[in-house]
């Protein structure tokens, strides 16, 4: 594969797309399933298209062609926004173009206009409009928060290869015009010879080769009678931060307890009989005062959710592949060999330490389902 290898179905998915894509085969990007609505498209690199591919889209897909671009790469051509009816839909759709010297009307000129999107050497002046191809600009970031549409999930695999983030898709589509069921899509793949991927499996592969956060300051702080080292991290995506409180010495180490907590206003600072995050908390906080060394992760966003006003007991729920992701990134920085996570309730464990193993940590097996207890071994050298 062309980028890191991590342990994880997902990421042999993915990284078996991006190679297909920059080799310039074509690729079926599935979404996951959303209200009962399967969706899935035949997606190939924009620089690599020609006019085979455009004629099978035509032939195994719908009529309908979109190529999918940046906001920057959109900026740059200035592309301008096609005004919607649908606020907040995405992705939005620009002005249709065509590469000057070509009519639009063949698939040799549509291969064409396609290309030169994904052209360096291509400017504003390059195009005409209108024209026949209609580009879309994504919102990348959607991919990190783990909830993109196709051509977002599509143009984010591709920019992980270095190359010119602009991809041409087309929804696959049943005889009847209607979006193709699960089996259908699976059948075609299968007898074209295309590698399937979902988004799902883009997404937390965006997340574990992207730098998403940004290490703070570092100091020292007593809690509870111990002295903890703080050490605080801001998400180069959205409005999230964390802070690490570190008990002993980390890098290298292994079988190191990790604790999970999202703040929560109610329960951790009013510590409201109604809210169990406070007991939560405390207790981590119990745990690792007894251990040489571990980290309790403490998620902050500026949500509504984030309040804790209609947390009841058991509001410390799940994190998200987004947030587990997170958790992952700051243990990549503070540097164990392997984990123990404490809180197993809380994350998908299988895909923390995917992440978390990415870099230069040898990610090994929790030891069990069963939360530590102050004066469990785990974790003693």
């Known amino acids: 594969m062309i980028s890191a290898d991590f342990p994880a179905p997902w990421a042999h998915a993915a990284g078996r797309a991006l190679d297909d894509l920059v080799a310039g085969r074509m690729v079926v990007v599935k979404r996951d399933a959303l209200e009962q609505e399967t969706l899935a498209a035949f997606v190939v690199a924009g620089a690599s298209i020609t006019p085979d591919h455009l004629q099978l889209m035509g032939r195994l897909g719908g009529d309908i062609l979109w190529v999918a671009l940046g906001r920057q790469r959109a900026d740059f051509l200035n592309l301008v926004e096609i005004r919607s009816d649908r ?6 759709t620009l002005t249709p173009i065509d590469l000057r010297q070509t009519t639009g009307l063949t698939l040799a000129d549509r291969a064409a206009t396609i290309r030169a999107l994904a052209s360096t050497d291509k400017g504003p002046a390059d195009f005409m409009r209108p024209g026949h191809i209609f580009p879309v600009v994504v919102d990348e970031r959607q991919v990190l928060l783990g909830r993109p549409n196709i051509p977002e999930a599509a143009v984010e695999l591709l920019r992980l290869s270095g190359q010119q983030a602009v991809v041409a898709g087309s929804m696959l589509m049943s005889q009847g015009g209607q979006p193709s069921e699960v089996d259908d899509i699976d059948r075609v793949a ?11 499996d883009i997404a937390l592969y965006a997340m574990a ?20 080292r703080v050490q605080g991290f801001r998400s180069m995506v959205d409005a999230h931060t964390c802070v690490a409180l570190i008990r ?31 007991d939560s908390l405390r207790r981590a906080l119990s745990e690792l005062e007894a251990m040489p060394a571990g980290v309790l992760i403490y998620l902050v966003s500026y949500s509504p959710e984030s309040l804790g006003i209609s947390h009841g007991k058991g509001c410390q729920h799940p994190w998200s592949p987004y947030e587990t992701a997170i958790a992952a990134h700051v243990l990549r920085n503070l540097g164990p ?3 123990v996570l404490a809180t197993p309730e809380l994350a998908d464990t299988a895909t923390l330490i995917a992440i ?12 069990g389902p069963a939360p530590l207890k102050a004066g469990d071994t785990i974790g003693r050298d």
């Open 337 to 339: 060999r392997s984990v």
């Open 356 to 367: 978390a193993g990415g870099a230069a940590i040898n990610a090994v097996p929790l030891a």
């Open 248 to 278: 002993g010495e980390l890098s290298g180490r292994n079988s190191v307890p990790v604790y999970l907590h999202r703040y929560s206003t109610v329960g951790d600072v009013f510590q409201s009989n109604e809210c169990d995050c406070f």
């Open 87 to 92: 606020p907040g839909q995405q992705p939005a």
């Open 209 to 228: 080769m992207n730098t998403l956060l940004e290490p703070g300051a570092v100091t020292s702080i007593p809690v509870a009678g111990h002295v903890f």
């Open 190 to 200: 299968a007898a074209e010879g295309f590698t399937v991927v979902r988004t799902s």
